[in-house]
């Protein structure tokens, strides 16, 4: 992702905390969180992107605390198992990962619908973001990347996880 976007802030390891993380969501265009995700059907709002601990704090950004949040990236991706399941609600509603980003203000959210191959997903990412780069609107640039990664990749285990709600441009 460097090479496409070389003004890219991109934490890792032990940078990779929900403290740096939390300080530089608000002020960035483009999020793209690939970690782990945990999911609480019982208790959706506690359901988690897991970010490295550190002193007092587990890593867990909870759903709870993303729809406190106030978020300008025009897209949040998050690249990892299960971020777009949650709990139905009576409004026909699911409260997850995806509702929490959009309500925190992001238009666009990509999101998976079941556990993902980690090589297929980089693959399937670095063309999204070509496809991006290009000019392409988010809708199909993720398309696109799909029916690159389907060539290669041809069982939708591979490449159907990946959809995009919201804003498709």
Known sequence: MERL???VTVLVRKDATKGQTRRRLDAQSLIHLATHADLD????????????????????LEVQEIFGLNLHADLVILSACDTSLGKLTQGDEVVGLTR??????????ISTLWRVDDRAS???????????????????SLRQAQL???????HPYYWAAYQLTGEPR
Request: avoid cysteine; glycine fraction near 10%.
């Open 100 to 109: 929490a980003f959009i309500y925190a203000g992001t238009p666009s959210v």
């Open 5 to 7: 976007f070389p003004r």
């Open 122 to 140: 980089y693959e399937l990412m670095r063309a999204f973001y070509e496809n991006l780069r290009a000019g392409q609107p988010k809708g199909e």
């Open 148 to 154: 690159a990664i389907l060539q290669r990749y041809p």
């Open 41 to 60: 059907e019982q208790d959706p709002l506690g359901s988690a992107l897991l970010l490295r601990p550190e002193a007092g704090d587990t890593g867990r």
